[in-house]
């Protein structure tokens, strides 16, 4: 079985032998087109896309643009790129030199900066609103259309599916719902062979995974912890109890030094974001030596099934200063205090101008802020990938999620309708009593046997305050002792609301957030 991953498709030969990035044989296909190289990579034998008029990026291979998929059309001496409904595979493209790709790094050919797209990428930890930190590369919106020749490149947006739907105001039956989940996936596994890998914190999105897979004896479901004794994580009691009940294989797996993976992630994202998903490398470096698995390993992810399933996101909007909160960072931004730039927040005013009514409909501000965020959530169906899983969801296909919105108010608030359903078939792990911590001091604790390179000022000083990236210089040195102390309140359950109220903040875990931007745009521009 194959599956392409990734493409570059590019006016001038451009180098991949970089792009398997994590030694699993990849596998690579290179050929000549319309008058453009294309550069295709990805999982299996590629032959068969060769000299294709039609390729996909989807999975299974369609050409539906209403789930996960990038759509590649070679037209007389025209080629045109076509994204998904939610943008969920990123397009970054360079007009002045031609080149499109999935990769951002392949598209850099001048590092002129655009310096509003570096104050969005510091405010929002990742590239937002189709602009990245570089003048020459931007990235395509959701349901957009590139057409690239030797004489004009354009792009057009096109009719927001999203928009007709929800003017329709109709109720769905929960159980029509639960119904297309289990068809979606059951049609998948049938018409697969091979080990299914379910990542499983035992949350509701990887426990109804874990439970619509028929064929048990092909599901391998592994967790990591975020507390301290990481054996001892809620994660890690409630996978291996789900485990139990639906008699699957599972595996805890210890993270270690995940920080030292920081290139790594960088080879892989680029400037699309910060330096971000170190820990889920670690993951599944080692997955892969867990077991010998077969030439096709699929991996079933339940990526923002949350944020449709009824989970309470509402952001008040009412300026474009407003925004950033769509940015749901949890943190892990730089205040823009420290930002030496002056920009006049043209982006930001034309995007709360032109999407006004979205930001203010509670279903529609979440489709949107997803779709801000995917840049960055893409990762959780990328990443796997790069390691040689397949990877598949219920929860980007169009028709499943605007169900999922259709389930009647109450039943959606606090996900009742999902409870229910775990009551009913014996996985309300919720009611059990197990044991657990829900402390997560992950990121501390890695941080504390970690080696961190420091922030090169000089590289950075005209665009962030000098003071505050010595600071962070000296943050990553060493956590002092009061540090040590405020981290282990703030990451105590009950205490840690307590905390937050006083203001009592933790300037090491803050320093380690900043640390993810500022070495990410340091990266970029020495790259």
């Known amino acids: 079985m194959s599956k392409i991953i990734g493409f570059t498709i590019s006016k001038n030969k451009i180098s991949h032998s970089d792009i398997d990035v994590f030694n699993v044989g990849l596998s690579k296909l290179e050929y000549s087109k319309n008058g453009f190289n294309i550069y295709l990579w990805g999982i299996g034998d590629l032959k068969e896309f060769e000299n294709k008029y039609k390729i996909s990026l989807s999975f299974p291979k369609n ?106 105001n109709n109720i769905v039956d929960e159980e029509e719902v639960i119904s297309e989940i289990d068809l979606y996936l059951s049609d998948i596994e049938n018409n697969t062979k091979g080990k ?76 699309s974001t910060h330096l971000h998903g170190m820990y889920h490398i670690d993951f599944f470096k080692k997955i892969r030596k ?23 996101y509402k952001f008040e909007i009412n300026t474009h200063k407003d925004i950033y909160k769509l940015g749901l960072s949890h943190g892990v931004n730089l205040n823009l205090k420290y930002s030496k730039l002056n ?14 009514n979205e930001i203010q409909n509670s279903g529609l501000q979440t489709i949107t802020f997803i779709r801000i965020k995917m840049i960055l959530l893409s990762y959780l169906m990328q990443l796997p990938e790069y390691f040689g899983f397949i990877s598949y969801t219920p929860f980007l296909n169009f028709n499943i999620v605007t169900k999922m919105f259709k389930i009647s108010g109450k039943r959606r608030e606090n996900r009742k309708w999902q409870t229910d359903f775990f009551v009913k078939n014996n996985i309300d792990l919720n009611s059990m009593n197990l044991n657990g911590t829900n402390s997560n001091t992950l990121d501390i604790d890695t941080f504390k046997i970690s080696k961190f390179e420091l922030i090169e000022t000089e590289n950075l000083e005209k665009y962030i305050d000098k003071k505050q990236l010595q600071k962070i210089n000296s943050k990553i040195k060493k956590i002092s002792f009061i540090d040590n102390f405020k981290n282990m309140l703030l990451t105590t359950p009950k205490i840690k609301g307590v905390c937050q109220l006083l203001g009592i903040k933790s300037n090491t875990r803050q320093a380690i957030f900043e640390y993810y931007i500022i070495k990410a745009i340091e990266k970029s521009i020495k790259e």
């Open 343 to 356: 920009v006049d927040e043209n982006i930001k005013k034309d995007f709360f101008k032109n999407n006004k």
């Open 290 to 312: 867990s077991e010998k698995f077969d030439k096709s390993v699929f991996l079933l992810s339940g990526i923002v099934g949350d944020a449709w399933a009824g989970k309470n």
């Open 196 to 271: 299914i890998i379910i990542p499983t914190s035992g949350g509701y999105d990887s426990r109804l995974l874990n439970y619509f897979v028929k064929d048990k004896s092909r599901v391998r479901s592994f967790t990591y912890g975020g507390s301290k004794n990481q054996a001892k994580s809620k994660e890690v009691y409630y996978a291996e109890k789900l485990s139990e009940i639906l008699n699957t294989k599972w595996q805890h797996i210890k993270l270690d030094d995940y920080f030292k993976y920081f290139n790594d992630w960088f080879k892989t994202f680029g400037f």
């Open 63 to 168: 050409e539906s643009l209403l789930d996960r998929n990038v759509l590649i059309n070679f037209e007389n001496n025209k080629i045109t790129i076509e994204n998904d409904w939610l943008a969920s595979i990123p397009v970054f493209y360079n007009k002045k030199d031609l080149i499109v790709s999935t990769l951002s790094l392949k598209c850099l050919t001048d590092k002129t900066i655009d310096q509003e797209g570096l104050q969005n990428f510091m405010e929002f930890g990742y590239s937002v609103f189709e602009h990245t930190m570089f003048s020459s590369v931007k990235f395509l919106r959701f349901y957009s259309k590139l057409a690239i020749s030797d004489f004009k490149f354009e792009i057009e947006y096109k009719k927001d599916p999203i928009i007709e739907e929800f003017g329709k």
